[in-house]
Structure formats: C-alpha cells, structure tokens
C-alpha cells in the first residue's frame, strides 16, 4: 500500500522523499476523512501524519492563510494548523464568525428594548425609575437559571449522538427567547414576566449549545490540543462580538431606528434569519468520522439503493441536521418489548416461528404494517444475562463492535424492507425471511465498501433509548406462549 504523508507547520512544512527529508512550502492536499497510520511531531509544534491514499475521497488544496502575519496567525490559530486539527476546521470558524457577528447585533438591538421597557431613557432624572430599572433586570435571571439547571440534568446524554442538530436547536430557541424581550417594549407593564420568559428560553438556549460545541471542539483536536482549540475560540468569539456591537451601535444610532419600534423588529428579524442560515452552514461544514444513527441511515440507503457507500464528506453533506430521528423515513423504532413487536398475533407458534428465524442475529426486527407506510420495530438480545436462554434488551448505548454492528444490520434489513415493501403482501414472515437471506449475503459487502470509503466500524457510535426487559425462562411451558 502507497502511503501519503501530510506535514505542517505555521508557514512550512517537511515532506518525505526518495533522497529523505526536504523542506518545501506548505501544499497540504487535505481530505475529509482518512486513516492515520502514525503520526510524527516536532519540537516546534509541527506534525507528520502518514495516511494510505486508498482512502482519499479527493483531493483538494488547505486554505493556507499564508498571507497573515505570523504574530496573527498563531495568535487566532492552534500551533501547527492546520496538521494540528481536523480539515473542517477553519471552514468551519470561517462561517462562524459572520455568525456570531450577526448574533451580537441581534443582541445589541434586543436590550436596548429591554432597557426602553424597564425605564431607561424614558424617565430621565428619576432616581425611583432607575432603582426599578435595577431591580427588574436582576430579576428576570431567576427563571433563566432553572432553564440551565433543567438541561444539564434533564439532556445531558442526547449531545454526543447529535451536536449538529441541538446545536442548531439552540439558535431557534435563542430567537425565540429575543422575541419576547423586543415585546416588552411593546408591553413594558409586563416586562417581568416576558423578560423571565425571554431569559428562561435563552438560558435553555445555552443549556443546548455548550455540550454541543464542546463536542464540535473534541472532534477539531486530533492532535490531543482541546485547550488550545478552546481559547483560540474565544479569539474568534470575541472579535466576532467587538464588531457586532460595533455595527449594533451604528445601526441604533439612525434617527429611523430611535424612533419607530416597527423598523427595529424588522432591521432585527432580517438580521437574525441571516445568522439562522449562517449557523446552519457552519454546521453542514462539519465532517465527523463517526458513525452516529443519522450518519448510518445514509450509509445504509445508499449501499441498499445503488450498492455503494459514500465517503465522510459527502455523508456529512447528505445527514439531515434538522429533522429528529422519529421523523426520518423509514420510521425505525429501537428499544421497543418484544410483545410490541407481535401484537398482531402474540400465538405461541408466531413465537417460535420469530425466535427461529431471528437465532442466528443479536435482534429481531417486525413490521408494522397497519399504517400506510411501514414501521419497523426492533428489540435486541443479549445472551450474557445467566439461567435465560435469551433476554432481550434496549441499551443507551451500544458499546463492543459486536454490539455496534447489530444496529447496523437492523438498519440494513429495515432499508431493504421499505425498499422491497409491497403493500398488498399477506406472507410477512416470508418477506422477513427474504431481508435475512439478502442480509446474509450482502451485509459483508457493505462493511467492505464501508472500509473502502475511509470508515472505521469501531468509529460506530449508536446510541438507542431505554426500554422494557422481556425474559424467555429456560423451562418449558405447558400451556403455550404466555405473556
């Protein structure tokens, strides 16, 4: 196998050759997702990573930013980018930063509402008015906190699986929470209430967007470095708010603005849907190379479509950041009791009939065909439960490979189903038994291309809800299946 070695430095880089090591330009050809075989670093921060090329999905220049100044560019980035970090880095800060500009806008023209509505500037000279001021604001953070405390106990596991998504969440429910602070201008006599209102939301807000970045923040540190990815984001972070108060001031200063609160919510509600679909193309540069629930579908549909399966990046571009995993189709549902499963007919011989066919997998997966798209349901066993023949189980998370690999060949069989799904067919069981015989056959070519593709299977990271327990006792029982 070919190997490919990739070097950086602040400004230069060491590359291998046939005669051994010279010193050349940086002309880094980064990829989106790639296996590192071994890494070499340098005394001055520099590193050497040594990547097969079979598999690159392309080949596409760094954004070097030769053009900075040093003093500049080790200032606003980590020591030795970009071998320092992951490719999606800079793309990703560069998208940032307008919006976190367009953010801190946002914020500027919110409180100045805010301060309108409490009696700032509309009773000058008066020392109860300003004491009122004071007391009202300190006020309204009460609620704000229960929001946070509420989060970080209540959501705490749901981020790891899906930091695009609560990340993307966390600027609805922030705008959200700035249209009820513009309102107590309107309504300053409620201003109490629609200022906790509007601080509970934000604070939700926040609950949901900080384990979300410091997710974003681990996968950007490959070489180890979060603190540093950490602080050189609050660079970012920083100048991004200097300039959006800066342009939040000019804007407050037009005589129009002063005047009309109608040309205030509206110079604010067209700056905030620009930072909406700012924040939601940063979050579509992102490149994860692990597997999560979302990121499997896409793998697994395309394999079950048109047999391949596609690389980091165009899964990444593919993976819906929107949408919650009970509004993806098709509808899959894990963690469900085995009794859900057969509720059509819980007989003692659709029993046997299921757990023989399923003996050889670590699920069993049913269709839900009342409805007219098909549901699919699947149960998972575990066979380390001792004086059971079986237990089935639903896990919070699938840890060892063999585990991780069950989810996977459950969403395989499922795709191949709706993909195969006739409507009008009575013999259920014989359908299943047809996805088994295709998974049987198929399912080692998927992992194949998967590897292929530059993905690892113990990069797979699924995490399924909790559910009931069904137990199979050992003994025989006389009177047929009971539940």
Not at 104 to 126: D, I, Q, R, Y
Not at 267 to 289: E, G, P
Not at 423 to 452: H, I, N, Q, T, Y
Request: charged share 25%.
């Amino acid at each position: 196998m070919q190997l490919s070695p990739a070097v950086t430095t602040l400004s230069r880089c060491f590359c291998s050759s046939d005669v051994g090591i010279q010193e050349c330009r940086t002309t880094l050809h980064r990829e989106p997702m790639r296996r590192v075989l071994l890494v070499e670093r340098y005394e001055n921060g520099a590193a050497k990573r040594w990547i097969p090329e079979d598999t690159r999905e392309g080949r596409r220049p760094s954004k070097e930013l030769s053009w900075l100044p040093d003093s500049l560019r080790s200032f606003i980035l980590p020591e030795g980018f970009p071998g320092s970090v992951s490719d999606d880095y800079l793309e990703y800060m560069l998208l940032q930063f307008p919006t976190n500009v367009t953010g801190w806008v946002c914020h500027t023209l919110v409180t100045s509402s805010l301060l309108k509505a409490v009696g700032v500037g509309s009773f000058s000279g008066s020392a109860a008015a300003a004491s009122a001021a004071v007391i009202r604001w300190v006020s309204k953070d009460g609620l704000g906190a229960v929001g946070r405390l509420f989060v970080g106990g209540r959501f705490g596991k749901i981020f790891d699986d899906d930091p695009k998504l609560w990340r993307m969440y966390a600027d609805f429910i922030g705008s959200t929470g700035s249209i009820f602070d513009l309102s107590t201008q309107l309504c300053p006599s409620y201003f109490l209430l629609l200022a906790s209102l509007g601080n509970l939301s934000k604070a939700v807000a926040r609950g949901l967007k900080d384990p979300s970045f410091r997710v974003i923040q681990t996968h950007f540190a490959i070489s180890g470095n979060l603190g540093e990815i950490s602080a050189k984001e609050e660079v970012w972070e920083v100048a991004a708010q200097l300039l959006g108060l800066g342009i939040g001031i000019l804007i407050l200063d037009t005589s129009r603005l002063q005047t009309s609160y109608s040309t205030l919510a509206l110079t604010w509600l067209s700056i905030r849907l620009l930072h909406l679909v700012l924040r939601y193309q940063s979050l579509s540069a992102l490149r994860f190379s692990t597997i999560n629930l979302k990121r499997a579908r896409v793998l697994v549909k395309s394999h079950v479509s048109n047999r391949t399966v596609p690389g980091s990046a165009v899964c990444n571009r593919e993976e819906d950041i929107l949408s919650w995993e009970r509004f993806l189709r098709p509808r899959i549902v894990f963690g469900v009791s085995f009794e859900q499963t057969i509720s059509w007919d819980n007989s003692s011989q659709t029993v046997e009939a299921v757990l023989k066919l399923y003996s050889k997998e670590s699920y069993i997966l049913f269709v839900n065909n009342e409805q007219p798209e098909p549901k699919f349901l699947v149960c998972l066993k575990d066979y380390d439960v001792p004086n059971f023949d079986w237990i089935f189980i639903s896990m919070p998370i699938i840890a060892d490979r063999s585990n991780r690999l069950t989810l996977v060949r459950s969403l395989w069989q499922a795709y191949w189903l709706d993909s195969n799904w006739n409507s009008g067919s009575d013999c259920l069981l014989g359908k299943l038994e047809e996805s088994l015989v295709e998974l049987e056959a198929d399912f080692d070519d998927f992992l194949m291309k998967m590897k292929r593709s530059g993905w690892d299977d113990d990069a797979i990271n699924i995490k399924v809800p909790k559910g009931p327990q069904l137990e199979e006792a050992s003994e025989t029982l006389d009177s047929g299946w009971r539940s």
